[in-house]
């Protein structure tokens, strides 16, 4: 009786400890656990809009750039709002939902950093300034100085975009004024004055003049490196798709980005 016992009692313990290992050996042991917040979770696939704020003068390059990022992340939908990078700025700075901002000049990135909106800023191109004439250069413009014939209808930007202070230290450093018959608040609105016929002369950046191609004539001019402008990009801190922003902003500063920018005629930077 003694050892029928025994057996009885050795059978309930090795059920009592098959109970508490049942877990870790029947048919669930193989499911995952919750992924934590190192798992690598995050990783994959990204999706959702991603909303760009871009200077003007990058209009022609950012849609060849728009098309080869959506193609690699097709869950992906860009829209880009482009305008003069001070007005960007402070619609971001006022509040606007953007994840990126590319900038066309570092002191207009500065308004959204100072603000501690731009997430580490690095500058991805650069560009130059050239004297733009419709096409047949009805007022037989040659140079800078030219700007100062009164009798020209001349287009400039407006000081506070980074085209208009390029275009007045490019004069300065001349030692040259201009007789400027319209202020334009981003470089794409002087360069439809001039392809209008509207003007007969305007400063914009030399991607611009190479993107319009027959409509305009561009003129270079001794003097405009010393108003190279260069571009500055970052993502938006709130931004609310994150890592959407990155994604764009690491395809731009990437060599396939960098190639896109040298064939639009933008310089290193």
């Not at 090795?14 to 656990?33: F, I, K, R």
């Not at 700025?89 to 603000?115: H, K, L, R, Y």
């Not at 190479?210 to 990009?233: C, K, S, W």
Request: glycine share 12%; proline share 7%; net charge negative.
């Amino acid at each position: 009786m003694s050892k029928a016992l025994a057996v009885l009692a050795g059978l309930a313990v090795l059920a009592l400890v098959g109970c508490a290992a049942g877990p870790a050996s029947g048919p669930d042991s193989a499911a995952p656990s919750a992924p934590g917040p190192g798992s690598g979770a995050a990783s994959g696939p990204i999706s959702g809009t991603v909303a760009v704020f871009a200077a003007a003068s990058l209009g022609d390059v950012f849609a060849a750039i728009e098309e080869e990022f959506t193609a690699a992340h097709p869950g992906v939908t860009v829209v880009v709002n482009y305008g003069g990078s001070s007005g960007l700025a402070e619609q971001i700075v006022q509040g606007a939902p953007a994840d990126v901002f590319a900038a066309a000049s570092p002191a207009t990135m500065t308004t959204v950093a100072d603000a501690g909106l731009a997430a580490d800023p690095t500058v991805f191109a650069s560009n130059t300034l050239e004297l733009v004439v419709p096409a047949g250069n009805p007022g037989t413009v040659d140079g800078l100085a030219d700007l100062e014939r009164p009798e020209l209808a001349v287009a400039l930007c407006a000081v506070e975009v980074p085209c208009g202070a390029a275009s007045a230290k490019a004069l300065a450093a001349a030692g040259l004024g201009a007789s400027v018959d319209t202020y334009e608040q981003d470089v794409k609105a002087v360069l439809t004055k001039v392809e209008l016929g509207e003007v007969d002369a305007g400063l914009v950046y030399r991607t611009d003049v190479l993107a319009a191609g027959d409509a305009v004539e561009g003129i270079r001019f001794a003097g405009a490196d010393a108003a190279v402008t260069e571009y500055p990009i970052a993502a938006i801190t709130d931004s609310p798709n994150p890592r959407a922003a990155a994604a764009f902003v690491a395809f731009v500063v990437s060599a396939r980005g960098q190639a896109l920018l040298d064939e639009a005629g933008f310089g290193a930077p």
